[in-house]
């Protein structure tokens, strides 16, 4: 087996895109039948292929070690040709939509299929090309800007993300002293943030208009490739979390505070469940691997080989290193059908999330490559989710393994899981805001995302935190930079998730084989669908949330008494 570290790179060069590009119109203008197309298109995929491999490696390099000069200049390469790449691809998915054999293709290849075509032309358009490119550049920018922050706290110098990781201590005194660092180190880049945010959101607006939207909102879902569901279900979506789950976590808070035995619940309180130290792993790297494996291998005779090949392709790199990325994803290489997980163990809980949730997207990569469809793969990132997600839970009867006191995991676990549904909502609805009102000051933009705290977050104080509390949570949120429109589907599949939870706890057995349907369906299904099939109520139905609060609060309740 070929390791990961072994993967041969070369960049594949725009040209080359081009050139397949060109084969694959002019052998659909000579065809005679849908089959003459059919096979047209597996010549371009191929090609297309290798495109997304060199892309996904040259990006996987870099943050291996992100002053390697060589993959920073490739990765450069391919933003800068994102776009160029993107309109090969809906010039693609163009030709497929007018085709002469247009009936007789989507019956061969599916209706779905055809469903994405439309959104990734909805999307796209060589005038706004150049608009795109300036979005990366600002969005490059504003991740650079953010990575290089320098945060003060006691005396010492450190970036956001250990900072930020200060807020999970058990210590109240240093939490709230790090959430006061927080607040004061942004108001210091506060104009600079509100000018990046402003930058971005008048490019995807003009590029919304330029394409004959409104405003961005529309865009800005065909671009997250959303077939199964629009703004109006989104927004039955936020309101069910408001009406079912917001009053039971407001619960969970209360009673957090009496177990803290604090008044209430603050801005640096959020992360916090249980009295005493929190929850972290008792043994090391090779330990949790080790411990990974044998829960795998007890879970599901497929799941433990597929951990086993991941080990011994040597496809986790968990390391936290000098000059590596400080975040954590799952990749995958098309060409070898490999997964691969980068993260940084820190000795927290979160690193059992990555031998959990990123194992889920791992796995569910490796299924689209066995059961799946390559040019869908998982679908929506909603889906995407809740493979990950969902195996967090499925996990949860071999937290033992990792954890001294394993009662005490899965409570915080659920409860952070839960509360934060209502501060993804808050970021989904600002972002509706700003893209509704791309006339709104900062000012105007800071007033909304407070009132949104008090919608979703009432339970929540700010207490008079520096910046904070002026409503500016949201500017170091990256996903409204980057990525926008994503932050909902973690909610969405926060809730599938939930519920697997509570069927793994009526019947494991039943659960665990209606994950692996779902994981081995990838996108190939509606969202819908894949709910149906796996007996879980549709999140934006009216009042569909109301039972999964409950049975959350009852589980919770039942955890605590062990504590
Ligand atoms: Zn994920």
């Known amino acids: 087996m070929m390791k990961v570290s072994e993967i041969p790179y070369t960049r594949y060069p725009i040209e080359e895109g081009k050139a397949a590009f060109a084969a694959f119109c002019a052998a659909c203008d000579a065809a005679k039948s849908a089959d003459d197309v059919i096979a047209a298109r597996e010549r371009f995929l191929e090609a297309y ?3 997304r491999e060199s892309s996904a490696l040259s990006n996987c390099r870099f943050t291996l070690n992100t002053r390697d000069a060589f993959y920073q200049a490739e990765v450069d390469y391919y933003d800068e040709n994102g776009p160029l790449f993107a309109e090969l691809y809906t010039g693609y998915a163009d030709r497929m939509l007018s085709s002469p054999f247009r009936a007789e293709l989507e019956e061969k290849l599916g209706r779905r299929r055809f469903d994405f075509f439309e959104v990734a032309k909805k999307s796209f358009d060589p005038r706004i090309i150049d608009d795109m490119q300036k ?34 201590l058990s210590d109240r005194e240093i939490r709230r002293k790090a959430a006061v660092a927080i607040g004061e180190g942004l108001a210091k880049v506060g104009d600079r943030l509100d000018d990046f945010y402003d930058r971005l959101v008048h490019l995807r607006d003009g590029m919304a208009r330029k394409l004959g939207y409104e405003n961005f909102i529309k865009l800005g879902y065909y671009r997250m490739n959303r077939v199964d569901y629009d703004a109006d279900m989104v927004a039955r979506f936020r309101e069910n979390v408001r009406e079912n789950l917001v009053p039971c976590i407001a619960e969970l808070k209360r009673k957090t505070a009496g177990r ?13 469940y249980v009295a005493g130290d ?21 879970m599901d005779p497929e799941i433990g080989g597929f951990m086993r090949e991941m080990i011994a392709a040597e496809a986790f790199d968990v390391d936290a290193r000098d000059g590596k990325w400080g975040g954590g994803y799952c990749t995958s290489f098309p060409l ?20 959990t949730h990123e194992f889920g997207h791992a796995f569910a990569a490796r299924n689209v490559y066995r059961f799946g469809d390559e040019e869908i793969e998982e679908g929506g990132m909603e889906t995407a989710e809740c493979h990950s997600m969902s195996m967090e839970f499925l996990c949860w009867p071999g937290m ?35 893209y509704e009102h791309p006339e709104y000051t900062p000012a105007q933009r800071k007033e909304a995302y407070l009132a949104l705290e008090k919608k979703y977050r009432p339970y929540l104080d700010y207490a008079g935190l520096p910046y904070l509390s002026e409503g500016t949570r949201w500017q170091y949120q990256m996903h409204i930079f980057e990525s926008p429109f994503y932050y909902i589907d973690y909610c969405l599949a926060q809730t599938v998730a939930l519920w697997f939870l509570k069927m793994s706890r009526e019947d494991y057995g039943k659960a665990l084989s209606r994950y692996i349907a779902l994981s081995r369906a990838g996108g190939t299904r509606p969202f819908g669908e894949l709910l149906e099939a796996a007996g879980i109520p549709s999140p934006f139905e009216e009042g569909s949330l109301s039972a999964l609060g409950a049975e959350c609060v009852r589980i919770a309740d039942e955890l605590e008494k062990k504590l």
Request: proline letters at 6%; glycine letters at 8%; one cysteine or more.
């Open 49 to 51: 292929k290798h495109y």
């Open 135 to 168: 979005e990366n550049a600002v969005v490059t920018e504003y991740s650079k800007f953010m990575s290089e922050l320098v945060f003060e706290f006691e005396g010492e110098k450190m970036p956001l993300s250990v900072l930020r990781s200060k807020l999970e």
């Open 260 to 272: 803290l035995g604090i008044p209430g619940v603050c801005f640096w309180d959020d992360a916090v």
């Open 278 to 298: 929190v929850p972290v792993p008792k043994t090391d790297k090779a330990g949790i691997f080790a411990g990974a494996q044998a829960m795998y291998d007890e």
């Open 336 to 355: 070898e059908q490999q997964p691969f997980i980068l993260a940084n163990f820190a000795g927290t809980a979160g690193d059992i999330d990555v031998i």
């Open 400 to 434: 033992g393994r990792f954890f001294a006191e394993p009662d005490k995991y899965r409570f915080s676990h659920l409860c952070g899981c839960l509360s934060f549904i209502p501060y993804g909502v808050i970021v989904d609805e600002f972002q509706h805001i700003a």
